[in-house]
């Protein structure tokens, strides 16, 4: 009797383990690309159709002629007729979509495991998104020049 | 095989070996060349202006690719991670 109240008592006394439930999830998320350096890149990858544009709207609300000649006007005129030529396609459309993917294997992480390993029938996915300003932004200028150039 | 051409600071990239500052002076030579083909057939400063801006922003383009891909690559750069 006596050794039962005293293997309660030790029992009730054993100090519990402290386990946080977070610290399990933190595992390490390589992403594709480096984020500074597709950064950089994006922002010239993003200045020509975004100098273009620029140019377009200052020729509709000013009637500036000069944008007519040589290459630039070339481009336009293309861009406006019904024909687009390859390096129209090339610099408005490749452009902003290469800076989309860049900037998105930089900032995102994504990741097929097991459930568990005892159910191996499901799988899930994880899709991790670093919260990168520069980044982000350019992919929202680029998707947002991408939908205009193909309106 | 690792090139280490040019180093960034920010957007830029600057040349960190004499092959990259060949290619900068390269730049640079068809950059005056395009402003003198383009000044010859425009007909006012804008247009020319215009255009080679247009063409400038072009050869950046085409420069900043040629020094990402050989561009000095720090130990950091790897380990670009989140946990």
């Known amino acids: 009797m006596k050794n039962e109240q005293d293997f309660l008592k030790q029992m009730e006394n054993l100090s519990i383990p402290d386990v946080d439930p977070s610290l399990h999830q933190q595992k390490v998320k390589m992403t594709i690309m480096n984020a500074e350096r597709s950064a950089a890149l994006g922002v010239w990858l993003i200045v020509l159709p975004g100098y273009f544009l620029l140019c377009a709207l200052m020729s509709a609300f000013f009637h500036n002629k000069a944008i007519d000649s040589w290459l630039f006007g070339m481009l336009f005129r293309d861009l406006l007729s019904t024909r687009a030529s390859i390096l129209d396609s090339l610099l408005f459309f490749g452009l902003p979509i290469i800076c989309i993917i860049i900037n998105l294997l930089a900032i995102v992480h994504v990741q097929v495991e097991h459930i568990s390993p005892t159910q191996r029938k499901y799988k899930e996915l994880s899709l991790t998104i670093k919260l990168k300003f520069w980044n982000i932004l350019l992919i929202v200028i680029s998707t947002a020049l991408l939908i205009l150039f193909i309106i | ?83």
Do not use: Q
């Open chain 2, 1 to 83: 095989m690792k090139l280490n051409w040019f180093t960034r600071r920010g957007i830029i990239y600057v040349p960190a070996a004499i092959a990259g500052w060949l290619i900068l002076l390269l730049a640079a030579a068809y950059a005056v060349y395009t402003f003198i083909d383009i000044d010859s057939h425009s007909h006012s400063v804008s247009d020319t202006m215009i255009n080679f801006m247009f063409n400038l922003l072009m050869i950046g383009l085409v420069y900043t690719i040629v020094a990402y891909c050989t561009e000095k690559r720090v130990v950091k750069d790897s380990t670009d991670s989140m946990i």
